[in-house]
């Protein structure tokens, strides 16, 4: 037998390098896979929960297309209508333009009068005032101007009645009505 070593001829391979690089690639491989199985995971809960929506969702179709529709006739169709002018009358009604009316009041109004209540009636196009005068004068002159002006001539006094303050004076309490007032 002959013995013939020549390590010349071999091609050398360090085998704990290519153990650390094997071990360091596997690691990495891995981490991927842990993390694509979470991330795989969250994904399949939240498709269960997309699921059972879209059952939810589908059994509410199902039951809507279940009931009966309401058939359409013409006499349907002019109740609706006819509740429709109601409503849109009684917003035509409550559209009240607070602004003007208390500007026109301040322009009429003398300095010796204080209003304590205002009261619209929009059935009646009224409104109701109830106020403290510093005197009887000057009762008269609110009712003067109002009946002067061209918009609230319609005034009408309802009650009047001395009152005491609480510093002891004696005022005029009051109320009227004004017609037409907007």
């Given at each position: 037998?002959?013995?013939?070593?020549n390590l010349a001829s071999r091609s050398?391979?360090?085998?704990?390098?290519?153990?650390?690089?094997?071990?360091?690639?596997?690691?990495?491989?891995?981490?991927?896979?842990?993390?694509?199985?979470?991330?795989?995971?969250?994904?399949?809960?939240?498709?269960?929960?997309?699921?059972?929506?879209?059952?939810?969702?589908?059994?509410?179709?199902?039951?809507?297309?279940?009931?009966?529709?309401?058939?359409?006739?013409?006499?349907?169709?002019?109740?609706?209508?006819?509740?429709?002018?109601?409503?849109?009358?009684?917003?035509?009604?409550?559209?009240?333009?607070?602004?003007?009316?208390?500007?026109?009041?301040?322009?009429?109004?003398?300095?010796?009068?204080?209003?304590?209540?205002?009261?619209?009636?929009?059935?009646?196009?009224?409104?109701?005032?109830?106020?403290?005068?510093?005197?009887?004068?000057?009762?008269?002159?609110?009712?003067?101007?109002?009946?002067?002006?061209?918009?609230?001539?319609?005034?009408?006094?309802?009650?009047?009645?001395?009152?005491?303050?609480?510093?002891?004076?004696?005022?005029?309490?009051?109320?009227?009505?004004?017609?037409?007032?907007?």
């Amino acid at each position: 037998m002959e013995f013939r070593l020549n390590l010349a001829s071999r091609s050398y391979l360090d085998r704990r390098t290519a153990r650390r690089w094997l071990l360091l690639v596997g690691g990495f491989a891995g981490l991927l896979l842990a993390v694509h199985l979470v991330y795989g995971y969250v994904n399949l809960q939240q498709l269960s929960r997309v699921n059972a929506r879209l059952a939810e969702i589908d059994a509410k179709t199902m039951a809507q297309r279940s009931e009966t529709a309401v058939a359409f006739t013409p006499e349907s169709l002019a109740k609706v209508k006819a509740r429709i002018v109601a409503a849109n009358q009684l917003l035509a009604d409550e559209h009240f333009r607070w602004t003007a009316l208390l500007t026109r009041l301040e322009e009429l109004l003398p300095e010796d009068v204080a209003i304590r209540s205002l009261k619209p009636n929009f059935r009646d196009r009224s409104l109701q005032v109830t106020a403290l005068a510093r005197d009887n004068a000057a009762l008269t002159a609110l009712l003067d101007s109002l009946l002067d002006s061209t918009d609230m001539s319609q005034a009408y006094l309802l009650n009047q009645s001395t009152a005491l303050q609480p510093d002891g004076s004696e005022v005029v309490q009051f109320s009227l009505i004004i017609k037409e007032a907007f």
